[in-house]
């Protein structure tokens, strides 16, 4: 039985959504029992419509809900032991689910998850993986935004756990893994890049292959399974591949309606513009998992309706099956403990200096 | 008269692409005289072919020329005083030329450049302007990968650079700018961020309105006029975009491909489709531009075929013509009284250690 908590008041659409996305699930995902937080008077009548959800759920009603313009401080110290966001990440952490999802307020999730959750021993700063459709199919980048700046370590750790997440998801049993920088050459990029290359390729581990560096249009290629950056230029990368196939969409839209035969050619054409729709939809490869903590928590975009949190569902309960989370632990352990016999100092001091 | 010296030999082209190139401009730009470096034997042969070149340039055979696969250092140590983008680069010092293009090898272009030019007293630090081409027009994205990192003071002069360089192409008088982060309210992203964003909004300047923060789906929406970042973070920007519309064009290619209908419907609208490459196709936008240092260095696309290279002669040209280097310099030493008569503390010290 995989058990799955369910902030149900997250996201632009709330229960709408979230209820609707888990009912869509259990026609495909057996084995699956949900909790469900938020406030009673929004989400039971919504709960009445979907009764193939009552024997494999149940609800808590919570007492406040995370609004989506709550800073993170600020719906820590309002939320906690509150709000549905803060119940439904408390379950994962008392044993009662096993993964917690929300669409709602990015920076109020990590908060609450950070703080309830705590840091595995095993990492030094959790990160957000996300998945990113590419040319070849699906590739996982990491951090795309939890933190900012990393150092060596932490771009291992996170080269560590987004192949243990890729190989939770896809079944490959050694994914490849690339480091982003602004060149291919070894000589280039900030120090503690270049550091954490030298790491990967010395203490090679059994979980992945490391390829060494790529470049921001590596990512959409495919080049690697596994696209590892520290969070700003991650959470750069990612809203400008976004905003690039907005401006394409919209000018490729306007471009169509502009004669009768263009038109025309767009209707005869539609099955092709549904499939680079279908490949490159953000919905179907909907979910930012947060990695480095004792509990796996899953954020959906915020405007993602049923079918898209539906896809972030069918993402935590894959990643649970598959025991994502003690497959990480060893991994991180394995790998800090061959570090260690290789000798690697780890003076975090000069490491934090040159960050950049 | 504007006199523009060329690295001929530059490019995946050659001479088949730039001197070509140098023709086609001029057929519209007036009162324009080229400056050609290359190899006698490589050069003449293809100048023979476009005759109206003979009465508005001259060619200087040079030695040796800068190979795409030499390393910066090695670059220099080779071609100072030889080779032809060294001597197109120096013909700007010598005030011979007004502006040099290259298609050739970015890391020797710059640090040629950089040694023979030197930097303005004005600025800090190079940084590479691109033409970035967005939903309302095209937008100024700086830097995309001179340095990496940088300091609030090297950001604003950027910002500043970065406008004069609008207002000198597209005769806006008060390009709008904006600071690329990680989010758009104010307590976010790295601290050299955070201050820069305080400076432009207190040091209130002629020649640009700051807008605050961008992220980076911005960009392609064209939100600001120039858009300033530091070059580790542009440089992921412009090749994730790079390789999104790459992306795009390949799924819909060959989606496009797999039916009877949808090649037809291809046929009927490829209007649009010619409407769409035209918006987003590099050459169009071609040239990346050296702003900070004493004189203007163009890099051109390494495989730029002529119109590519023309557009960045085009380019180069438009930005003389309206005394760009001029105005940036003034920009930068009014902006930098106006900053001390706010008395802003520069102590570089605490700068870089916070760069992150």
């Given at each position: 039985m995989i058990r799955i908590s369910i902030d149900?008041?997250?996201?632009?659409?709330g229960p709408e959504a979230t209820i609707a996305g888990a009912a869509r699930v259990t026609e495909y995902l057996p084995n699956i029992y949900f909790l469900f937080y938020g406030l009673e008077e929004t989400v039971k009548p919504v709960l009445?419509?979907?009764?193939?959800?009552a024997s494999i759920s149940c609800f808590c009603p919570t007492e406040s809900y995370t609004r989506m313009d709550e800073k993170p401080s600020q719906a820590l110290r309002n939320g906690r032991g509150k709000s549905s966001m803060w119940h439904a990440i408390e379950a994962v952490k008392n044993g009662e689910a096993d993964v917690c999802i929300s669409a709602g307020n990015t920076g109020a999730l990590m908060a609450m998850s950070y703080f309830c959750l705590k840091m595995m021993a095993e990492a030094e700063r959790p990160g957000i993986a996300g998945i990113w459709p590419t040319l070849r199919s699906e590739s996982i980048v990491l951090d795309i935004g939890a933190t900012i700046g990393a150092s060596a370590n932490q771009l291992v750790d996170f080269a560590v756990m987004g192949a243990g997440m890729f190989r939770a998801l896809y079944h490959t049993e050694k994914p490849s893994v690339g480091l982003l920088n602004v060149g291919v050459e070894e000589v280039k990029g900030l120090y503690a890049i270049k550091k954490a290359g030298m790491i990967l390729r010395e203490v090679q581990l059994e979980g992945l292959e490391y390829k060494g560096f790529v470049e921001g249009n590596d990512i959409g290629k495919g080049t690697v399974d596994v696209v590892v950056t520290e969070g700003f230029s991650g959470n750069i990368a990612l809203k400008t591949a976004e905003g690039t196939a907005r401006q394409i969409g919209e000018i490729l839209n306007s471009a169509m309606r502009s004669s009768f035969f263009s038109s025309l050619g767009y209707f005869l054409s539609r099955g092709a513009f549904r499939t680079l729709k279908h490949k490159m939809d953000p919905d179907r490869v909907n979910g930012g998992v947060l990695l480095g903590l004792n509990g796996i928590v899953i954020k959906s975009h915020g405007s993602a309706n049923a079918d898209g949190f539906a896809s972030a569902i069918r993402i935590g309960y894959t990643m649970v099956h598959n025991g994502l989370l003690k497959k990480i632990t060893a991994d991180l352990r394995r790998f800090h403990q061959n570090k260690q016999t290789l000798f690697y100092k780890e003076d975090k001091a000069t490491e934090n200096e040159k960050i950049i």
């Open positions: 149900v008041m997250g996201g632009d659409y009445k419509k979907y009764p193939c959800l």
